[in-house]
């Protein structure tokens, strides 16, 4: 994520990932404040085993971007809700990627880490059997949650 006040959003694609027991790590990386961190880890992600890249940002949000730009793991980005744009600013830094240079963008917000966190995981999942089997219960319980009726 590019900064600490990103964590409030970002965390929920690390509930996600803890659920589904994915091992995974967390970071603070700016594009814009600590450009050098960014190279470095997304020159070394593949190297180091990464196998997807969650990256969330708001405001002039050039992180995931930057980062696909550095790699071709697969990047996963996250439009923070930002406070003077409500994130629009931050989802169209996102996905207004030139051809050549993908990040799947997810939706503004807690929705958008939530199902970032799910996408690593079928990513993942096609070749981990197991974590395909978790992934498939983590649906059916969300499946079975759902109340035919809301309460009053
Ligand atoms: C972006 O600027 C971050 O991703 C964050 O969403 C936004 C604001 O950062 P702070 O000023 O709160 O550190 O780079």
């Known amino acids: 994520m590019g900064s600490q006040s990103d964590w409030e959003t970002m965390r929920h694609a690390v509930s996600v990932l803890e659920a589904l027991d994915i091992a995974h790590e967390v970071r603070i990386v700016s594009a814009h404040r600590t450009p050098d961190r960014l190279a470095e880890y997304a020159r070394a ?57 993908p990040v799947g963008t997810l939706a503004i917000g807690k929705a958008g880490a939530t199902n970032a966190g799910l996408m690593a995981a079928s990513i993942l999942a096609l070749n981990d059997s197991a974590l395909s089997g978790r992934l498939s219960a983590w649906r059916q319980a969300q499946t079975e949650a759902v109340a035919d009726s809301p309460s009053r």
């Not at 990464?50 to 990047?75: E, F, K, N, Q, R």
């Open 45 to 101: 992600a593949a190297a180091r085993g990464l196998s997807v890249i969650i990256a969330g940002a708001g405001g002039a949000a050039h992180l995931p971007g930057m980062c696909a730009a550095w790699t071709i793991l697969p990047v996963l980005g996250v439009p923070v809700e930002s406070h003077a744009l409500k994130g629009m600013d931050s989802l169209l830094s996102i996905v207004q990627m030139p051809g050549g240079v």
